[in-house]
């Protein structure tokens, strides 16, 4: 049977992923799934730069606004809703296009998803406190001494990774870098083009920052004063994520608000960084340079593709 074809178009925050894959969607008739852990959220939309409803009435996009901020998410379950989306639009022969930069629901989709052991309540409880009164860094420390390899590839900010690390070994004995390199990640249910974006880092930097300002003064404080008026808790996973964690924080009087928004420029440039380290590491990335000059090159290598 002939596998699914999907184009991943891919890249760190504010490169233009979501414009591009827009605009190859138009170009080829397809229709665009989103592989961003936020873009999930509803009411989440200025600070996840979630596509507008009105480029959402020009091409179908998929795995937005599926959830309320208090309900989890995970690389498993997008798994299984994105590969039941692409299958669908195989069958109506509609072109995929994944746009998103989260990089292990990419891994996830394309290469399959290690499957340890489930959640242990208790001992994660002890570790979000921990992480919370000590900091990632001191839990990042302790999965260097039982699994150097993991910690290496985890940031020590990573603290839903490193939790994870430490839980699938306190419950197994056996580093999670060890039971990944057993799965492999060898699965390949789709033919799969990877297109990424490429910047100048003080192009990139400076993009990022503009984009926080017009964030801000698109109205992203209200917003997040409006989910908290709602109950939503400032802990959940949702509002952890970068920038409506330190809005919140400015909201509770912890810091004024040019505070928040230094700490929301320097913790996505941080966030960019990591995101271009991990994809970098994908030899099947074909990089083209963020630009209007790139698109005609861009269309092209997707024509061959889908031809």
Same mark, same amino acid.
């Given at each position: ?10 890249? @760190? ?7 591009? =894959? ?8 397809? +229709?665009?799934?989103? =592989? ?17 409803? +009105? ?9 937005? *606004? ?16 994105? *590969? ?27 290469? #399959? ?7 242990? %309540? !208790? ?5 979000? !406190? ?21 910690? %290496?590839?985890?940031?020590?900010? *990573?603290?839903?990774? /490193? /939790?994870?690390? /430490? ?6 004995? &056996? ?5 990944? #390199?057993?799965?492999? $990640? ?59 964690? &330190? ?12 505070? =928040? ?5 320097? *913790?996505?440039?941080?966030? =960019? ?5 991990? $994809? ?11 630009? @209007? ?6 269309? !092209? ?7």
């Amino acid at each position: 049977m002939e596998k699914p074809k999907i184009i991943a178009v891919v890249g @760190p925050t504010g490169s233009g992923k979501t414009s591009l =894959a827009l605009k190859l969607a138009m170009s080829f008739q397809g +229709e665009i799934i989103s =592989a961003d852990s936020v873009q999930v959220y509803r009411g989440l939309d200025i600070g996840t730069a979630k596509p507008s409803l +009105e480029e959402r009435r020009l091409i179908p996009h998929h795995l937005i *606004d599926i959830l309320d901020p208090d309900q989890d998410y995970s690389a498993a379950l997008f798994r299984t809703q994105a *590969d039941e989306i692409i299958r669908g639009l195989h069958k109506r022969q509609t072109p995929v296009f994944v746009a998103g930069g989260t990089g292990l629901y990419l891994k996830a989709l394309t290469r #399959g998803l290690f499957h340890g052991p489930a959640s242990n %309540s !208790k001992l994660r409880t002890i570790l979000n !406190k921990q992480a919370e009164t000590e900091g990632s860094e001191y839990l990042h420390c302790q999965l260097k001494n039982i699994d150097p390899q993991a910690a %290496s590839r985890i940031h020590p900010r *990573d603290a839903l990774r /490193i /939790i994870r690390a /430490i839980e699938v070994y306190a419950q197994c004995n &056996q580093p999670i870098s060890s039971l990944q #390199g057993d799965h492999g $990640f060898q699965e390949k249910p789709y033919e799969v083009l990877k297109i990424g974006l490429t910047l100048e880092k003080n192009e990139l930097y400076r993009r990022i920052e503009a984009r926080t300002e017009e964030m801000i003064k698109k109205g992203w404080v209200e917003e997040v004063r409006s989910l908290l008026h709602k109950g939503y808790h400032p802990r959940l996973k949702s509002l952890q994520s970068i920038g409506y964690k &330190q809005i919140a924080s400015y909201l509770s009087g912890e810091v004024n608000l040019p505070e =928040a928004v230094d700490l929301i420029k320097r *913790d996505t440039r941080h966030y =960019a960084k990591r995101q271009i380290t991990w $994809f970098k590491a994908d030899a099947e990335i074909n990089w083209f340079t963020a630009s @209007p000059e790139s698109l005609p090159m861009t269309k !092209k290598r997707v024509e061959e593709f889908l031809e």
